[in-house]
Structures are given as structure tokens and as C-alpha cells.
């Protein structure tokens, strides 16, 4: 099992890109989670998907970030446009059930924006 | 709202125990305690959880006092590769409440 795997590990843009990260849940898990990890607020969750379905939504910042799962093994996080403050580590997550499993975490994706 | 409290920094040496506390004293019945680590660069990883009663497993115990209001994860044989944040998290495993990671434990295994 090659667990959660995030790409791409590192990205650097300018203010006002798209920015598309990506991530392969572990085969079997119905659950997928998207958080975000700065100094200054900790690890955040911004969504939770169920069986591909998005569950909540609430800590998702802005209209500037979107998510979509179209299948049960693939997730993507996109920012549209991209500001500085977007900057920080962001991880997958998966588990089998919910919250009512462990969560397995991806490497994370290094987001810089300039 | 914190739900559980943790020291921020410890520090072991080498070889021994290590010995994490967590105090969640509003701990109600159907909620459980989990235990996750993060190393430095690295995502999260879960370590172990319990209701009530004391687990153990390959790489950790936890020790849950009677009254649930308090916990203690135990890492029996520290290495340098245990240095990290660990993390205490109390949460129910009905519906759809959230695992909300807190400021965690810097636990720094000393040569």
C-alpha cells in the first residue's frame, strides 16, 4: 500500500495564478479530507468528502479555493486566483469511514505564492 | 474551544520511556481519545485511540485514566526518529464532527 500520495510536493507561483493540487486516496477508503497546515493557525480542515460526495464544505476560505473528487481515487484542491497568503503545507487525508476510522495523511503539498 | 490541554514542549532522553500527559476533563461518554504525531516535513500520523479502556499496540500504549479525564501515551523505548509534534485529539466517532488538531506536544528525544 503506497498510502496517500500528494502532488506535487513543492509549487511556487505569482499572485493571481491557478494553483491545482492533486491527490490519490488509499484504494478501499471512502473518505477523503483536505487540510491546511500554517505557523500561525495550525493544522486546519477546509473539506471532508464521503464516498466522493463534499460533506462539509465550512472551512473552506473563500470562493477563491475550490475541491472536486470525480471518482473514488482522485481528489483535486484548486485556487483560483492564487494570493500570498494562500502560502502553507496543504494535506490529503483518507479513511475508511469517516471520522470513525483513523485518518491517513498524505506528504503534503509546500504551496509559496509571491 | 480546546477540548483537551497539553505541555507544550518535553523533552526524553534516549532509550527511555516517554511519557506524554493529555488532560480532556470534559470528556463526554461516547467520545474517544486519539493520539497522532507529526514529524517535522511529514503529514500527520495516527499512533493510537481508545474509549475507556487501555490499548496498546506496535508503536505505543495509552493509559486512560477511570474518570476519562485524563490520558497518557506512552512511546516505551524512545528513539531520535520519535522526535516530533504529538498531537491529543478527543472527538466523537458518530456523525460528522471534525478532528481539530490543537497546538500539540513538541517532544524532543535527546541523544
Known amino acids: 500500500d503506497a498510502g496517500v500520495i500528494q502532488s506535487p510536493r513543492h509549487e511556487v507561483t505569482e499572485m493571481g495564478q491557478e494553483v491545482t493540487l492533486r491527490c490519490k486516496p488509499i484504494?478501499?477508503?471512502?473518505?477523503l479530507f483536505w487540510y491546511r497546515q500554517t505557523m500561525m493557525r495550525g493544522l486546519e480542515l477546509l473539506i471532508y468528502?464521503?464516498?466522493?460526495?463534499?460533506?462539509?464544505d465550512s472551512g473552506m476560505p473563500e470562493d477563491r479555493f475550490s475541491a472536486k473528487m470525480p471518482n473514488a481515487s482522485f481528489s483535486t484542491l484548486k485556487i483560483q486566483p492564487s494570493e500570498p497568503r494562500d502560502s502553507a503545507v496543504y494535506f490529503c487525508?483518507?479513511?475508511?469511514?469517516?471520522?470513525?476510522?483513523?485518518?491517513?495523511f498524505g506528504n503534503g503539498t509546500r504551496l509559496t505564492v509571491t | 474551544d480546546a477540548k483537551t490541554t497539553q505541555p507544550t514542549s518535553m523533552d526524553c532522553a534516549e532509550g527511555r520511556a516517554a511519557n506524554l500527559p493529555c488532560n480532556h476533563s470534559t470528556i463526554s461518554g461516547n467520545e474517544y481519545v486519539y493520539w497522532y504525531r507529526q514529524i517535522h516535513s511529514q503529514g500527520p500520523q495516527y499512533i493510537i485511540h481508545g474509549l475507556k479502556n487501555n490499548e496498546t499496540n506496535e508503536m505505543a500504549s495509552l493509559i486512560i485514566t477511570e474518570d476519562r479525564k485524563s490520558s497518557t501515551l506512552i512511546l516505551p523505548h524512545a528513539t531520535l526518529r520519535d522526535t516530533a509534534v504529538y498531537y491529543c485529539?478527543?472527538?466523537?466517532?458518530?456523525?460528522?464532527?471534525?478532528?481539530?488538531f490543537g497546538t500539540g506536544t513538541r517532544l524532543t528525544i535527546i541523544p
Open positions: 485529539i478527543v472527538t466523537s466517532n458518530f456523525g460528522n464532527e471534525k478532528l481539530t
Open positions: 484504494s478501499g477508503h471512502n473518505s
Open positions: 487525508a483518507s479513511s475508511f469511514q469517516g471520522y470513525n476510522s483513523p485518518l491517513h
Open positions: 468528502f464521503n464516498n466522493n460526495v463534499p460533506i462539509d
